[in-house]
Every structure is written in C-alpha cells, then in structure tokens.
C-alpha cells in the first residue's frame, strides 16, 4: 500500500510540475494600461484584407483581427480595435493617443525616430493589375510612365517616388503617383481605369489576386522584401514587453501558424517575434 501510496504521489507531483509549466508558459506580463484598464485596445484601419477588415455581416475579422484577439485573450483583457486611418497611426503614437497600432508597418529610418516595432511578419511590395495591361509592364523599368496607385503613408507610398525618381534619371517618363486613404479605393480606380496597376503589400496583393476572380493579377516582381512589424510608442518597454511574450507564446502554441494559413499567408510567417528600435535591429528572416 505504501508502494502505490508514493507511486501515487510521485505521479500527482509529476502532474502538477507539468501542468505549472504549462501555465507559465502561458503567463505574459502586462502592460500598465492593459492591468489598468482590463483593455487592449488596438488601432487598426479595418480597411486592409486580408489583415484586418469588415465582413459581410458587419463583424471585424482578418490576420491581425484574429492575433489580436489571441493576444487580448493571454493578457486576460477585451480587444477594443480603435479605427484609424493609416496616416494617423504614427503621430497619433508619437503624440500619446494609443499605444498600439497593429498594421503591417515596416521599418524605417524615419519611423523609428518616432516609433518601435515589434516584427511578427514578413512580405515584399507587389504591383496588381487588369490582365489586358499585364504585357506593358515589361522590360527593366515596367513601372515608368504608368499611373501608380498606393495607400497614404505606407511603404509604396514612399517606394513609387523613389521607382519614380530613377525613372526620370534614366530619361525615362515619371511614375504618376496617385494616393489613397483605402486599399477598396485602389482597388476600385485599377478596375475603372483611373490608374493602371496598385502597389501593395504581396500578401495583400495575393489575397485581391483571388477575391476579384481574375479582375486583378499580381506581377512576378518584388520590391523591397522586408520583416513586417506592429508599431508602439517609442521607448514604451511595458508595451514591448507584452506584445513579444505574447505573440511568442502564440508562434509556441501554433495559433499563429493557424491563422496564417487559413488566411493562406503561411509563406509569409517568420521564425519568432522580435523587438525592433533601430534599423540595426532588423533580421533578414
């Protein structure tokens, strides 16, 4: 009786060791406002499937909607998606309005002077367009003297007047850009002709290349294939801190893995969460 009594023992002891690393595991730290508050709030655009956008029924949902909601759920808090437009992420930031603004950001210099990142993502740039313009998009320079239409403030927005800046260095006609506060929008003047092709993130581009059922293809180059972060206020280690341990807990459990494949963005996942405060910072994967 004793034998099993300790056998016994020794098997509940076992349990319970397990079972407190796996509770650890899951523990996070929390920022001051989310054990404040009992809120992570977020700001998002909900404008930019497949990352983040409205359904059919009105409900918020995408890549980022569902990561989120993780989060939210480990921190022990309610998701709170704040809607805000792009351009007014980074100063809204700087200027102490929110704390998170989940987009798919990358790093630059200039927005490092301002923000943080925490990189939980990887794609480059890609242009979409009608099928019957695919071929004059073609030679060294396809994008020279085409009509560009990028979102406000993102990284092709930037990157078009740079293509643009070569294009004309080499004699060749200047990229007309055309800017907008919507991904719909652009994606609604390529296919009334208001502008030849969009410049977008490759994953969303790939997710348009399917929902517009052929209306819409994405050409085979790349630019700037870069690590993909949420941004925070610069120096706000709190914030940091939680949104790392998180979503390294969520690369641990494989949510992370399910949400971007069901999305079909599993090309796209990278090896683990990091903290960024300078371009130095920034991993090739």
């Known amino acids: 009786m004793r034998t099993y009594l300790r056998m016994a023992s020794l098997a509940v002891a076992a349990f319970a060791t397990a079972w407190s690393g796996f509770s650890k595991a899951a523990e996070i730290p929390k920022s001051a406002e989310v054990q404040q508050s009992g809120t992570l709030a977020v700001a998002n655009t909900l404008d930019y499937a497949p990352f983040e956008y409205l359904d ?10 569902e990561l989120a909601g993780e989060v939210a759920k480990l921190a022990g808090a309610k998701l709170d998606v704040q809607r805000t437009p792009f351009p007014s992420m980074i100063p809204g930031l700087a200027a102490g309005r929110f704390k998170i603004a989940w987009e798919t950001f990358s790093a630059t210099p200039e927005r490092l002077k301002q923000v943080d990142f925490v990189m939980f993502l990887k794609a480059g740039l890609a242009v979409s367009t009608s099928p019957d313009k695919k071929a004059s998009f073609s030679g060294e320079t396809p994008l020279c003297g085409k009509r560009i239409g990028v979102s406000a403030g993102s990284a092709s927005d930037f990157l078009v007047d740079k293509l643009s800046k070569e294009c004309t260095d080499k004699g060749q006609a200047a990229i007309e850009k055309s800017v907008f506060n919507s991904s719909t929008d652009i994606v609604q003047a390529v296919l009334s002709d208001r502008v030849d092709a969009r410049m977008d993130d490759a994953t969303a581009s790939s997710y348009f290349e399917v929902t517009s059922k052929g209306q ?28 790392v341990a998180a979503l390294a807990e969520l690369f641990k459990n494989g949510s992370y893995k399910a949400v971007l494949e069901k999305y079909g963005m599993g090309a796209y996942a990278i090896k683990e969460p990091y903290f960024v405060n300078s371009m130095d910072a920034l991993r090739a994967d």
């Open 216 to 243: 819409l293809i994405v050409l085979p180059t790349l630019y700037d294939v870069a690590p993909l972060g949420l941004a925070i206020a610069k120096d706000d280690k709190g914030t940091a801190d939680m949104m």
């Open 56 to 65: 059919a029924d009105g409900k918020q949902t995408g890549i980022i909607i």
